[in-house]
């Protein structure tokens, strides 16, 4: 185990982090500025609060890991846990993620023309997140 690399990876991940949560905060910013209130600025809105949310606790977390070696050693075994990684990719954790964080996106662009088609698509990506959960939850009992 390389700690000095792992925190190098770590630091790199709090950089994309922070450039996250200020590209949440600037498009929060130009829709409340530029757009009508509506439905459509709702959502963007809430969008944005809870995706900078997440950005700022990964951040908080990260950084505390970074300035204790027992924590990132313990972030580093949690993170190369074979029979975690085995977990997450029977139920297709990371490509679900990013279809269900592009298909929220999409929904956010698609709200200004059609409310319904936008509502579908976030649903669907509630649906994904939850069935990768289901089949997630099942592999840890079993395995």
């Not at 997450?88 to 999409?106: E, I, T, W, Y």
């Amino acid at each position: 185990m390389n700690l000095e690399a792992y925190r190098k990876k770590v630091q790199r991940r709090l950089v994309w982090m922070r450039l996250l949560a200020v590209t949440f905060v600037v498009v929060e910013l130009v829709v409340s500025r530029f757009v009508a209130e509506s439905n459509v600025t709702n959502y963007v809105w809430g969008m944005c609060i809870g995706g900078g949310f997440t950005a700022l606790v990964v951040l908080f977390q990260q950084s505390k890991a970074l300035k204790d070696d027992e924590k990132l050693r313990k972030m580093y075994i949690a993170e190369h846990d074979e029979r975690q990684m085995a977990i997450r990719a029977k139920a297709g954790q990371p490509m679900v993620l990013f279809l269900s964080l592009g298909l929220v996106m999409v929904a956010a662009v698609v709200f200004f023309f059609n409310e319904v088609v936008a509502a579908t698509l976030a649903l669907a990506a509630a649906a994904q997140c939850l069935a990768s959960l289901v089949v997630k939850l099942i592999c840890m009992k079993r395995m």
